[in-house]
């Protein structure tokens, strides 16, 4: 038998949220939050993690030019002056289509144990890698002589 006491919630709706409710909200917004964070990276790293692919995909079409003119074709940072890079050894048309700046200027390039790199005209190198760096952060372009130059990342591996 109903009665009309206080406290007698029958026949009403409850209003709010239950407490479990509110916490798969707070635990919605904070993986939202996280996710959001990760998928933030510095515009640096962007930017020379981009230099390093275009590096190597640059060795790559010098190496192919030097097997097709075959002639022994050398990589090299240009040290000073306005910063970039050189290739000797390509003919002079070949030379003038491939770029010789980096997008940012501020990057700089390390050939890490010779002078410059050697891309051919043999289809079997010598492992050689270049370190690029801008700012605080570094990224390798290597190859192991037989495969293509890449870009070595953290976790990737050592570098040949």
Known sequence: MPTSAPGNSRGRAVAGFSLLELMVVVALIALATG??????????ESQLEEEG????ALLES????SRIAGADVRWAPVVGGDGGFRFDGLPEAATAALPH???QDETQAQV???PALVLG?????????VEL???AHAVTVA????GPFALLGPGVGPAP
């Open 35 to 44: 996710l959001m964070s990760l998928s933030l990276r510095d515009r640096a």
């Open 53 to 56: 692919v275009r590096l190597a």
């Open 62 to 65: 010098a190496r192919a030019q």
């Open 101 to 103: 700046r980096w997008l």
């Open 112 to 114: 890490i144990g010779a």
């Open 121 to 129: 005209p043999e289809p079997l190198l010598a492992a050689q890698r």
């Open 133 to 135: 760096h801008l700012g």
């Open 143 to 146: 190859t192991d002589g037989l």
